[in-house]
């Protein structure tokens, strides 16, 4: 009853809150390019298009376009904010995740930035963004201007993220929960009963009293833990409650916390992995398995592959230059990508980069230093690598998936060692030392490169590996399993165990126990596109010397940290340091 009444009293706003009403605009003006009056508010920005946050820009109209975009707003900021501005500390930006790197700004000037635009790029894509406004920046009861320059590395673009908000600091800012674990990656190792100490940070000027609410959620649903405490917090105060989670399995874990209270409500969500290499999905190769990819080798070796190389003259500088290559892959088809090689002569260690589901590998997702060959693969079916294979996004996934010897991914693997073959074509290249990384897909691609071409890939370096224990997949995720799902009911003629023995062939799970190169993988903890779940899937069939990096916070989108982790790796592994 007094969580009812509670609730109605917020509603009817009887309650003081300290949460204020977002006073952005759903829709944004909205410009490709770059040009730095664009952050001035007296610029007009009358003529330029209208498109929504929340969404990239790839699916508003603007097809493959990678690099400078810019996002403008104007926003009315009414003069009785002002009061609660300064008490709390000003009004709070966020723009939720930006792929890949922004520099905001309001009124024209700087707000932040997230990330590193060119020459010296970085994704920020796995970063949120929480801009504070000082009130002394603030234009009360009058229109000010909010712009965002964002740059776009490779694959979708823009303001992708919710929320996206503008509002007075509250108590979403002011009352900090934290959970507290002894590991920051939040990975449980011993068998003990889990405690996580939740950390109450009270901001405000007013003390909070109210009721955490905790549920524990499994990999696949099931309620583990709900139980309720009691707590108060001084203003100014901080308190750590101890939330008993009890034995837990090996497995993933979502942990929501809601605080109740007359102030107002809060909730956070965090993750916590408990023993995740003691997670057992066994193999499920098919009898033919070996035979059948031994085929598709020999049917690969089969086909000239007519590489062919275009220099780049625009792209290249006095250290560095680029190419766009071509060559022919499985069944003859027609594959491109982009090549860096240091103009100093010389043997260079390479990277293999891999790429993402329906992404598109361009010139700026080249390694960008001087001291290694770099080469951005795309595909069959992506990127400019659509000439004879183009089944578009959604439906690759499904592409001949009724018949192993056709089905799209056989011929995307053999497309990567294809990549291998003219790495290794390569005077400049140091063949002994060959590195595969990928995120996501690209992920999945790193695996079978190393796995199916274990005797040239040196190292392996996949993050959030999708294409991953299948069955399992479509329990903990809603997509892809939801595309397959229709797939089925559209397709009632074909066997579903038909379409998994199909998966099986391409399950980066069964592939694993083939690679022989070291493997360093990263993870998301709150990654609900390929869950951390699956990625250990394969992981625990590797038989080699690996190590996994988590990131608590991180969804499908890895900090931008990642990058320079990634690099310091296999600079080390390569004797570079």
Known sequence: MRRNLLTLLLIVGLLPSLHSQNLLKFEWKFKTGDNSAWAWPEFDDSSWETIEAGTDWENQGHGTYDGFAWYRQDVLIP??????????????????????????????????????????????????????????????????????????????????????????????????????????????????????????????????????????????????????????????????????????????YNVSVLLESETGNKRVDFALGVRPEEIVSPLDRQDDFDSYWMRARRELDAVDPQFKLIRQDKLCTATREIFLVEMRSLGNILIRGWYMKPVKEGVYPAILHVQGYGSTKVPQNLYQGDDMVSLALNIRGHGNSQDNVNPGFPGYLQYHVDDKELYVYRGAYMDCVRAVDFLFSRSEVDTSRVAVEG????????????????????????????????????????????????????????????????????????????????????????????????????????????????????????????????MDYIREQFGME
Not at 83 to 97: F, Q, T, Y
Not at 489 to 495: N, R, V
Not at 504 to 522: C, E, G, Q, R, T
Request: glycine share 10%; charged share 20%; net charge negative.
């Open 439 to 566: 995120g996501s897909q690209g992920g999945a691609l790193s695996f079978a490169t190393a796995a199916l071409d274990n005797e040239r890939i040196d190292l392996c370096v996949p993050h959030v590996p999708f294409l991953s224990d299948f069955r399992d997949y479509f329990k903990v995720a809603g997509w892809p399993g939801g595309e397959f799902m229709q797939y089925f009911k559209d397709h009632p003629e074909i066997s579903e165990d038909e379409i998994y023995k199909t998966l099986s062939y391409i399950d980066i799970k069964n592939l694993a126990p083939w690679i022989k190169a070291p493997v360093l993988m990263s993870i998301g903890l709150v990654d609900q596109t390929c869950p951390p779940h699956t990625n250990f899937a394969a992981y625990n069939q590797l038989i080699v010397s690996k190590q996994y990096i988590a990131y608590p916070n991180a969804g499908h989108g890895l900090p931008g940290v990642y990058y320079n982790t990634m």
């Open 79 to 252: 003069e009785d904010l002002k009061k609660m501005a300064l008490d709390n500390g000003g009004l709070v930006l966020r723009l939720a995740r930006i792929d890949d790197s922004d520099v905001t700004y309001f009124n024209g000037q700087i707000l932040g930035s997230t990330g590193g635009l060119p020459p010296e790029y970085e994704s920020g894509y796995g970063d949120p963004r929480v801009y504070t406004v000082p009130v002394d920046q603030i234009e009360w009861g009058q229109q000010n201007t909010i712009a965002v320059r964002v740059y776009d590395g490779g694959g979708g673009g823009g303001i992708v993220g919710d929320p996206v908000s503008l509002s007075v600091i509250g108590m979403e800012e002011l009352l900090v929960i934290t959970p507290l674990m002894e590991r920051e990656d939040h990975i449980v190792l011993n068998e003990e009963p889990v405690v996580v100490n939740l950390q109450v940070e009270n901001k405000m000027k007013q003390a909070v009293e109210g009721t955490l609410l905790v549920t524990a959620v499994s990999d696949f649903g099931k309620v583990i833990v709900d139980i309720a405490y009691e707590v108060k917090v001084r203003a100014g105060g901080t308190k750590e409650v101890p939330l008993e989670l009890g034995r837990l399995s090996p497995g993933f």
